[in-house]
């Protein structure tokens, strides 16, 4: 435990009596390449990084005491304010908590809706990524070529949810609304524009000799360290870990579908990358199989217009691009739900971080902290 | 505490060559992928020269819809309100008195009907609670402003022009997500 004078006093990485020839400087939380409001402390000694000390809370709005006194259908909306290059998978997973809650059946047809949107968000996601990434490595071209692509799916989305990235279109019980006519055409299309397109990205990028040095060899993390920094998603899997919610608590239908866990094993951070490359490939194979079978029937099975959860516990997580996302609801048997937890992948995935970075250079830190895929409402909430 | 590791397991990579290590061919390679892309199709579109049509369901600003005789629908119910997530909404009810009923449909109506547009999400959750089909969201887009004040949306923005007065700024504002009219 620790007193209040303890916590109140000031930190000391600011004080005079850092070690002699070392430098603190302020990365953020105005700064390009944190890509949001994260505020960096970085110790430095010449151009080697000592300790990277992030400072969080800039973005924080409190999303989780909000959700306390909105009802069972309006907190789903909130969260796709949460990790909004994911905002179909995390709507998704407070629906399927509140579904599991209720023990509500969803339709088959809505299954199969939000199976496909999810890997389309997931692909969305890691385009934006591919191109931030490049452009924090100074190449800026890939930046709009990866926008050029997203473009196409937030088309797909606005066409049939009704806004390119904060869709709010999964409701307790299935989707808001049916798909639009021309839904699975556009994908079709999508499928094979991205196709040809994703060699090109291999050719600009991923097999670059000057993008493999920059990344090769940076910002290790071992198997060890993934699992003791709680770190999930494309992070722990390119060091190794067998960690995909998708395949080991499969949900909804993802047991049916055939495609693989991507794992690398060297753990560095072009492994990171090729990781999320090849996520976005089997996203299109999981797409591919669903597109032509989504089956007739119900968008939304029938709910009551007011929700009351039993009295209990319940958590659901889904994987979401950047890894784990648990949702977890006490509820006193009420309309509004006692206490929400969100156990966000971003926050365990940038507590290892520091651990990665120490002893490298300054410009391998920002390579490392693109591989991360950060999204900084995310780790605020 | 357990100091932790920073075990890797080591991965056949073979090393640069010497050509590689210039790094001018690789550099020239990605020139030539990107200046191929000079002559594709431009997937831009310059605005606010050209614009791009909203998909027929897109979610903009809200619309308090009038009916066919140019009456306001919205009764005041405050159902809105409570389906809001973002506590949005605010309104007054007023009972109609004789001699508006040419102005207002029901006997109640909203006399004052606030909307704050900085704290809208576009769910649309108002538009699906709306029982009179009274409020919907059209497809235009939130316009800037230079005072925080300025989006706060009284009920003279909000309203749509009345059709039999101004039918063409009616059919204008209306967009094509309008419900059908009873």
């Known amino acids: ?381 | 505490m357990q100091p932790l590791t920073k075990k890797v397991k080591q991965v056949e990579r073979k090393p640069m060559t010497f050509l590689e290590r210039l790094y001018l061919p690789e550099i020239f390679k990605g020139m030539a992928i990107t200046f191929s892309h000079i002559f594709k199709k431009v997937p831009t579109v310059s605005y606010p020269e050209q614009t791009r049509p909203f998909a027929k369901v897109f979610r903009g600003l809200h619309v308090l819809n009038r009916d066919e005789e140019g009456r306001e629908k919205c009764t005041a119910c405050g159902l809105c309100a409570l389906a809001c997530p973002a506590e949005a909404i605010t309104m007054e009810a007023a009972e109609r008195v004789r001699g508006e009923e040419n102005l207002y449909r029901e006997e109640r109506y909203a006399a004052k009907y606030e909307i704050n547009m900085l704290r809208c999400i576009f769910c649309g959750l108002c538009e699906e609670a709306c029982p009179k089909d009274a409020i919907y969201l059209s497809e235009t887009f939130a316009p800037a402003n230079y005072q925080r004040k300025g989006f706060i949306y009284g009920k003279e923005d909000l309203l749509i022009p009345n059709p039999l007065t101004q039918p063409e700024e009616y059919e204008k504002a209306k967009g094509e997500r309008a419900p059908a009219t009873q």
């Open chain 1, 1 to 381: 435990m620790y007193s209040q004078t303890e916590i109140l006093k000031e930190p000391e990485i600011n004080s005079s009596n850092s070690a002699e020839g070392e430098l603190v400087i302020n990365i953020g939380p105005q700064h390009p390449a944190t890509h949001g409001v994260l505020h960096l402390v970085v110790t430095l000694n010449g151009e080697t990084v000592k300790k990277v000390e992030p400072h969080l809370g800039y973005i924080h709005r409190s999303i989780e005491k909000m959700c306390e006194s909105l009802s069972y259908r309006q907190f789903i909306y909130v969260t796709s304010r949460m990790d909004y290059l994911s905002a179909h998978v995390n709507n998704h997973a407070c629906a399927m908590t509140v579904e599991k809650a209720m023990q509500i059946e969803v339709p088959t047809r809505a299954q199969y809706i939000r199976v496909i949107m999810d890997e389309l968000t997931r692909i969305a996601s890691h385009e934006l990524w591919w191109g931030a990434l490049a452009m924090d490595l100074g190449a800026f071209t890939p930046f709009f070529y990866a926008f050029r692509e997203r473009e196409t799916i937030n088309d797909i989305m606005e066409q049939t949810c009704g806004a390119r990235l904060t869709m709010n279109y999964m409701v307790p019980g299935g989707v808001m609304a049916d798909i639009h006519p021309s839904f699975q055409q556009k994908v079709k299309d999508f499928i094979k524009l991205f196709k040809s397109n994703i060699d090109e990205y291999d050719e600009l990028v991923t097999g670059s000799v000057i993008f493999q040095s920059r990344m090769k060899g940076v910002g290790c993390l071992s198997k060890e360290d993934a699992i003791s920094y709680g770190c999930t998603g494309p992070v722990a899997r390119g060091s190794g870990v067998h960690c995909d919610i998708r395949k080991i608590y499969p949900y909804e239908i993802y047991k049916q579908v055939e495609f693989n866990e991507i794992i690398e094993t060297a753990g560095d951070s072009f492994s990171r990358y090729l990781v999320r490359i090849k996520e976005m490939k089997e996203s299109i194979k999981i797409i591919e199989q669903l597109i032509d079978n989504i089956p007739e029937g119900d968008y939304q099975a029938k709910t009551k217009a007011v929700l009351k959860l039993p009295k209990g516990e319940f958590y659901t997580r889904v994987e979401t691009a950047r890894g784990e996302l648990g949702v977890y609801i006490v509820s006193e048997g009420g309309t509004t739900p006692y206490r929400i937890k969100f156990r966000s992948p971003g926050f365990s995935n940038l507590s290892a971080l520091d651990h990665m970075v120490r002893g490298s250079k300054i410009g391998d830190l920002m390579a490392t902290m693109g591989t991360l895929d950060l999204v900084i409402p995310d780790i605020d909430r």
